[in-house]
Nanobody, 123 residues
């Protein structure tokens, strides 16, 4: 059974940093392409960042480029999202997910999702 568990969320002031973690189990992690998405109430999940299975390729949403960094440790079956220079508009529930097929930017391309971790940025 595939399981993804996010952690590291919390409350931070604007300009601060957080590092999210997503621990995966029940799959061959080093073969999986992974993504981070975020969602605010009443809105769809938005793409944040993507990392290829061997970590050689990463992509970011324009809104986080230069501030967020996605990385992974295949030995620990974990993907990370380092978030710097946080803004109030980054406030959301953040989810990690496993890409199955299709565009890395679309939530429909991902099959397995974690339960999410809340990030709140105050001004």
């Amino acid at each position: 059974q595939v399981q993804l568990v996010e952690s590291g969320g919390g409350m931070v002031q604007a300009g601060g940093s957080l590092r999210l973690s997503c621990a995966a189990s029940g799959l061959t992690f080093n073969l999986q392409h992974m993504g981070w998405f975020r969602q605010t109430p009443g809105k769809e999940r938005d793409f944040v960042a993507y990392i290829g299975a061997n970590a050689g390729i990463t992509y970011y949403a324009d809104s986080v480029k230069g501030r967020f960094t996605i990385s992974r440790d295949n030995g620990k079956n974990t993907v990370y999202l380092q978030m710097n220079s946080l803004k109030p508009e980054d406030t959301a529930v953040y989810y990690c997910a496993v890409l199955i097929a299709g565009s890395y930017r679309l939530g429909a391309s991902y099959k397995y999702w974690g339960q999410g971790t809340q990030v709140t940025v105050s001004s």
